[in-house]
């Protein structure tokens, strides 16, 4: 059974395939740090719960794609857009996850995104100042490598 390799070869082959992705991680989203061998922009992959169906296997995806937030030293008299790049990092991440599900969804394969994704915002999360966004979606593929008798 393979099915969970070709996920997330899928999902990570996709991401690598941005111009603005430098790095791809999958697993536990507390292993990622601001270790100096990560070059952001950063996306991870985490896999939640799997749903096996007699003719397909749906799982429960997050990919989160995330910057680190520059703090400019000097005075910004624009209360809006502050004294870093918030907003650029925000609209730049969003922008890597709507390419992936497109990218997912124009593939002409097995492979379905059962429904639109959420896209939920994170700030300066874990006090290491990397903003970004989490997508959430269920990805199938066919269950056809384990027959049932």
């Given at each position: 059974m393979r099915n969970y390799f070709q996920v997330l070869k899928l999902i990570k082959e996709t991401l690598e395939a941005d111009n603005l992705v430098n790095t791809v991680t999958q697993g536990d989203i507390a292993d990622v740090d601001l270790d100096k061998k990560n070059i952001y922009p950063l996306t991870h992959i985490?896999?939640?719960?799997?749903?096996?169906?007699?003719q397909t296997i749906s799982f429960s995806i997050t990919v989160f794609a995330m910057d680190i937030r520059d703090k400019r030293n000097q005075t910004v008299e624009e209360k809006f857009v502050g004294n870093d790049n918030e907003i650029d990092n925000m609209n730049t991440m969003l922008a890597i996850l709507n390419r992936l599900y497109k990218a997912i969804v124009k593939l002409d394969n097995d492979v379905a995104i059962s429904e639109n994704p959420t896209c939920e915002p994170f700030y300066e999360s874990r006090m290491n100042l990397l903003d970004g966004w989490a997508m959430t979606f269920d990805i199938e593929i066919p269950n056809t490598e384990i027959a049932v008798c």
């Open positions: 985490q896999t939640g719960a799997a749903t096996l169906g007699l």
